[in-house]
């Protein structure tokens, strides 16, 4: 069975600095790879995915985050924070047989914005 | 709004009741999806759509738990018998379907529900 890990539960970044969230994924073949941004009162939206070709993918938002495969790994990154970008965000896999219908996510990382 | 619409937002009930959680995705959308998100987890799969039928179903935890979608647009999901461990928030989202799916997944705010 496919897994996702985000071993960072809290992170805490002043605002202007930059940020790094990581996952990593246990999957045999190419998944596909999603990170999603849940803030209070909203539902989950897609930040941004990877499904094959360059490895590095840019989002919404500012947000970037680069596939390594050798270490199995899908980091989510951003430059500069905001303080609207205070909110849990989920890395998760797309189920390889029936492509991004059934995903599985991580237990996601909160992030706090400190000014 | 034109999002994924779900009610009731909040629902408390006691063990052994009856429950309905209904979603009413985007308009166009054919493919209607429930995820499941207990305290400090992410979301886990549940059930897939795809126009009126149910694709995938692997991630209902027994039976249960039901959800249909009669007219491939809105769906309804079932719990029979509450049970204290049922509590958590339960998560619709919606996507285009077959060869138009992008990979996005549209969620809604989620029905949250307590089981006393």
Do not use: M
């Amino acid at each position: 069975a496919q897994s996702v890990t985000q071993p960072d539960i809290h992170i805490t970044v002043s605002e202007g600095a930059s940020l790094e969230l990581r996952c990593n994924y246990s999957y045999g073949a190419t998944p596909y790879l999603f990170w999603y941004v849940q803030s209070p009162g909203q539902g989950l939206q897609l930040l941004l995915k990877y499904f094959s070709g360059d490895t590095l993918v840019q989002g919404i938002k500012g947000f970037e985050a680069e596939f390594k495969r050798s270490q199995s790994s899908f980091n989510l990154r951003k430059p500069s924070v905001h303080w609207s970008d205070a909110a849990e965000y989920f890395c998760a896999v797309g189920e390889g047989n029936t492509g991004f219908q059934k995903l599985v996510f991580g237990t996601g990382t909160r992030l706090l914005v400190s000014p | 709004g034109a999002g994924v619409s779900q009610t009731p937002s909040n629902k408390v009930t006691e063990k052994g009741k009856y429950v309905e959680l209904r979603c009413d995705p985007i308009s166009g959308h054919t493919a209607l999806y429930w995820y499941r998100q207990s305290l400090g987890q992410g979301p886990e799969f549940l059930i897939y759509f795809q126009g009126t039928g149910a694709a995938d179903d692997s991630g209902l935890p027994n039976d249960r738990f039901f959800a249909v979608r009669p007219e491939g647009s809105v769906s309804t999901l079932k719990i029979q018998r509450t049970e204290r461990g049922d509590s958590a928030v339960y998560l619709c989202a919606s996507s285009l379907g077959g060869r138009a799916h992008t990979g996005e997944l549209f969620f809604g705010e989620g029905s949250r529900l307590t089981v006393l």
